[in-house]
T-cell receptor, first 111, second 114 residues
Framework: QKEVEQDPGPLSVPEGAIVSLNCTYS??????FMWYRQYSRKGPELLMY????GNKEDGRFTAQVDKSSKYISLFIRDSQPSDSATYLC???????????FGQGTRLTINP | KAGVTQTPRYLIKTRGQQVTLSCSPI?????VSWYQQTPGQGLQFLFE???????NKGNFPGRFSGRQFSNSRSEMNVSTLELGDSALYLC?????????????FGPGTRLTVL
């Protein structure tokens, strides 16, 4: 069993829809939770990060962490075609150099 | 500020050969980490260097090695290439390389082993 599980999709939704992306994990030592976005032929770029449990909002993006359930989510409101990309969750423990990534979910927003 | 650069962008090699990939981090960043990305396994951590010292290594065979120079540039080497080494190799630079410190990824080197 992988430390981080993420549904690879693909996920296709119409423009303007609310998108929900999720990851589950098994390592209770994880303290930092991140979401990266990766466009085709590009490296991942950090979208949001959260320390421990709670919610964080940045514009149309909201990240949620539920450590009791070992479950994290990313919500995208008013989705745009430019949001079409692969979304990767990533986690690390305190002081760790290593990020553990989910498989990535390929998202397409249809105009 | 210039981003992370990786060279070459594309490589084609045959089994048994060796390859060296290069990564130049963002100016001022002292940490460089390397990841292998494949459709089957996703992104997997290879190793991380900080101030020329390897601080952490992932679960890869000894054929995978790396180093970091005094100017923070890093190289990774794969010897005796196997078909399964075909992947996108990404490097990420950061100031600390720890915790939630933002890691900036380069565009990657696409390695194809024939």
């Amino acid at each position: 069993q992988k430390e981080v599980e993420q549904d690879p999709g693909p996920l296709s939704v119409p423009e303007g829809a609310i998108v929900s992306l999720n990851c589950t994990y098994s390592n209770s030592a994880f303290q930092y939770f991140m979401w990266y976005r990766q466009y085709s032929r590009k490296g991942p770029e950090l979208l949001m990060y959260t320390y421990s449990s709670g919610n964080k909002e940045d514009g149309r993006f909201t990240a949620q962490v539920d450590k009791s359930s070992k479950y994290i989510s990313l919500f995208i409101r008013d989705s745009q075609p430019s949001d079409s990309a692969t979304y990767l969750c990533a986690m690390s423990s305190q002081g760790a150099q290593k990020l553990v990534f989910g498989q990535g979910t390929r998202l397409t927003i249809n105009p | 500020k210039a981003g992370v650069t990786q060279t070459p962008r594309y490589l084609i090699k045959t089994r048994g050969q060796q390859v060296t990939l290069s990564c130049s981090p963002i100016s001022g960043h002292r940490s460089v980490s390397w990841y292998q990305q494949t459709p089957g396994q996703g992104l997997q951590f290879l190793f991380e260097y900080f101030s020329e010292t390897q601080r952490n290594k992932g679960n890869f065979p000894g054929r995978f090695s790396g180093r970091q120079f005094s100017n923070s540039r890093s190289e990774m080497n794969v010897s005796t290439l196997e078909l399964g080494d075909s992947a996108l190799y990404l490097c990420a630079s950061s100031q600390t390389g720890q915790g939630a410190g933002n890691r900036f990824f380069g565009p990657g080197t696409r390695l194809t082993v024939l």
